[in-house]
């Protein structure tokens, strides 16, 4: 299933997914399947732990659901998160295409005369990056978020447009990947390459709910999925800032809410993969102490 889970999802049909959380063992379980009340689990498709750290939160996401580890062999990407758990990034282990950057790794070594880190395949290559804003309305306004996905061109929404594919998952190792250098220089960073690259690239937005005056509460239509009210629920479109309007503008994506305590549905469509779908419903569970 590796090579599944880091391809596109199937155009013009939300493919349905969903994520059980074992709250004890801060670990999540992204299955393939339509009803999750069923005894049947589903497909298993990936694992994702949540390790804390002094100063922010890392998901560590595998294939193997008995080795969620940065260490084991079925390691195949993270999400980081900042303090505040407003800012997220989306480390792949693999390299989406063949233009993708990595970031600068504390320890290198030499291989092939090229510089390459021992920890190439510990999810350096960036895929995403999540920001939620501020919520200035309190605890009763909705959460605002948006995805610069940054192995995505804008343009992969479009009729005939086309998403990176990655076919093939390389299990950890420094042959995988010998001639791919390291970055040196301090002043290449993320945040850099965001702000440079950023135009062209698919940016999702949450679609904004509406006020349901019988109900009192902000509402979205998830066609029957979703059935529990939750901050967490959300539907992600093409931003306006893509250049894109009417329906292209109104096609969810991707889609996350709540079915019961622990059980969340995942539905997601081209051009995003089931690890990048998985990823940003992951920010979605993570603690915004200024967002909410």
């Not at 074992?22 to 589903?42: I, M």
């Not at 195949?76 to 758990?85: K, V």
């Not at 679609?207 to 019988?214: I, L, M």
Request: aromatic residues 10%.
């Amino acid at each position: 299933m590796g090579a599944f889970v880091l391809q596109p999802g199937p155009r013009g049909s939300l493919l349905q997914c969903y994520i059980k959380r074992n709250r004890s063992s801060q670990t999540y379980y992204l299955y393939l399947g339509l009803n999750q009340s069923s005894n049947d689990d589903g497909k298993f498709l990936l694992a994702a732990r949540k390790c804390r750290r002094p100063t922010c939160t890392d998901y560590i996401i595998s294939l193997n659901c008995d080795d969620v580890s940065k260490g084991s062999s079925t390691y195949i990407g993270r999400l980081r998160s900042n303090f505040l758990g407003t800012k997220f990034t989306i480390y792949d282990g693999h390299p989406p295409n063949a233009e993708a950057r990595v970031t600068k790794c504390r320890s290198t070594r030499q291989v092939n005369m090229k510089q390459v880190s021992p920890k190439l395949l510990a999810g350096n290559y960036h895929v995403a990056h999540i920001s939620y804003e501020l919520n200035v309305l309190g605890s009763r306004g909705p959460r605002r978020m948006q995805c610069v996905m940054d192995a995505i061109p804008a343009s992969s929404i479009e009729p005939g447009g086309v998403a990176p594919t990655q076919t093939e998952f390389h299990h950890s190792g420094l042959d995988s990947f010998p001639s791919i250098p390291f970055f040196r220089s301090k002043s290449i960073r993320a945040e850099n390459f965001q702000n440079d690259q950023k135009e062209g690239l698919l940016v999702l937005r949450n679609k904004a709910p509406r006020w349901h005056e019988q109900l009192q509460c902000w509402c979205l239509n998830f066609n029957g999925r979703v059935t529990v009210a939750s901050v967490k629920n959300f539907q992600l479109v093409a931003s306006l800032e893509n250049g894109v309007a009417g329906q292209e503008h109104e096609n969810v994506i991707l889609q996350f809410g709540k079915v019961g305590k622990d059980v969340f549905t995942m539905d997601y469509q081209y051009p995003i993969s089931a690890f990048q779908a998985f990823a940003i419903c992951l920010s979605s569970f993570d603690t915004k102490i200024a967002c909410e």
